[in-house]
């Protein structure tokens, strides 16, 4: 049997159409964007186009949209970029605790730099109230930075509730917005944020490629010093293949966007129904609504995620615990004690988030493995104690 894939929140297969997209620029259009050359120009309008793609589906300007190097690179840009630019203004940060390692780790760097940072709690459903980024704010503040949605419990953050915020008290506001883009419409100057990051591997693209959306007027201070690129943003020949399948991958999404919200949903709701009918105590974490379709976070009274998630490895099923970066370290995850369940629990905790590729026998076969599992492990954890 194929093995099956249910992590689509931590990267994602790339789109036959992005990969064919993509070719032309490694081996034909293969200039540096910067030539004058023919070849060169081939690489700037490929890139052009993406730019033009991305910028449309967010309601922006090309102008306003940078390339980076991934969704990590795009978080740093918005956190230190806007940081050391506003220095002089304040230097005062709100994040949340259930941000990506990517703001998290940027922020506790800024701090150790002198920056003060306020880092946001969460209710049980993982999401940020907006009236606590109200009540943080103080004459020092330059930046908010709240996340869209969440990539461990897929809950959904009202920023536009925090956009109208941070528009009210002319503070900047970034989102990460990588689990959204291409999921969700988004539109930058309808929600009132000034920074949006982009990344392109869990949307069917291309891993290694990301984008930032600046607001015109916003200062940046680079990351990166070398060449002109990304107009004196972020030097460094442009990643052409990638960008194209960027810009691919956010052009299918555009399209089938829609279609593919309402399959993931009836999926999840078919897995969820079943497992709770068929496995005993287990508790489903994020929000109910406000979230993402396809995100089942949950988690199995007496049992450690890990030997769950590695005996579903051996019955060919590919699932998560806590975050994909965390979950090396076996570190508990950040997110499911920011939401307040107790260490047993998250370390009892599982993520499946489903992609378009998966279907309905994918989610009967797996239906058919879990009680299996579970009861092995369960007869396994009662011998050991
Ligand atoms: C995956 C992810 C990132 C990091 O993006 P990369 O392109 O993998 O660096 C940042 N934020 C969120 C919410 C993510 O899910």
Redesign the pocket.
């Known amino acids: 049997m194929k093995p099956i894939y249910f992590d689509h ?1 931590a990267t994602t297969s790339v789109d036959k159409r992005v990969f064919e997209a993509m070719k032309e620029f490694f081996h034909i259009s293969y200039g540096n964007a910067s030539s004058l050359h023919t070849f060169g120009r081939k690489a700037r309008t490929g890139m052009d186009k993406s730019r033009e793609i991305i910028a449309n589906m967010i309601n922006a300007k090309d102008s306003e949209i940078y390339f980076t190097s ?4 795009s ?1 740093n840009l918005a956190v230190k970029g806007i940081a050391y630019a506003y220095r002089d203004k304040g230097e005062h940060i709100i994040t949340s605790m259930v941000e ?1 390692h ?1 703001v998290l780790n940027t922020c506790e760097f800024l701090e150790s730099n002198g920056f003060k940072v306020t880092y946001l709690p969460v209710n049980k459903y993982g999401m940020v109230d907006p009236s606590d980024v109200k009540k943080s704010i103080n004459k020092k503040t330059i930046l908010v930075s709240i ?1 869209h949605a969440n ?1 461990e419990v897929g809950t959904i953050n009202d920023i536009s509730e925090i956009g109208k915020i941070t528009r009210e008290n002319e503070i900047l506001f970034h989102s ?1 917005a ?2 959204t883009f291409g999921k969700l419409p988004i539109d930058v100057k309808g929600i009132g944020v000034d920074l949006l ?1 982009i ?4 949307i069917y693209g291309p ?1 290694g490629v ?1 984008a930032l959306y600046v607001r015109r007027g916003i200062k940046i201070q680079p990351l990166l010093h070398g060449g002109s690129h990304e107009r004196n943003k972020r030097a460094g020949t442009e990643n052409i293949p990638g960008i194209v399948g960027l810009g691919k991958a956010a052009e299918i999404r555009a399209e089938e966007m829609g279609s593919e919200f309402k399959y993931l949903s009836e999926l999840e709701d078919y897995f969820r129904t079943n497992l709770y009918e068929t496995i005993d105590n287990i508790k489903f974490n994020g929000h109910p609504e406000e979230k993402l379709p396809g995100y089942l976070n949950m988690s199995f009274s007496g049992i450690e995620g890990e030997s769950l998630l590695l005996s579903l490895d051996l019955e060919g099923i590919a699932v998560a615990t806590g975050s994909a970066c965390s979950s090396g370290s076996s570190e508990p995850s950040h997110v499911l004690e920011a939401m307040g369940l107790s260490p047993e629990t998250v370390q009892s905790s599982i993520r499946i988030s489903l992609g378009k590729q998966n279907t309905r026998e994918d989610i009967d076969y797996a239906l058919s493995v879990f009680p299996k599992v579970i009861k092995r492990l369960k007869e396994l954890s009662s011998v050991s104690f």
């Open positions: 929140a991934s969704g990590t690179e978080d990506h990517a996340m990539n990460d990588v689990q990051t990344s392109g591997h869990k891993k990301g």
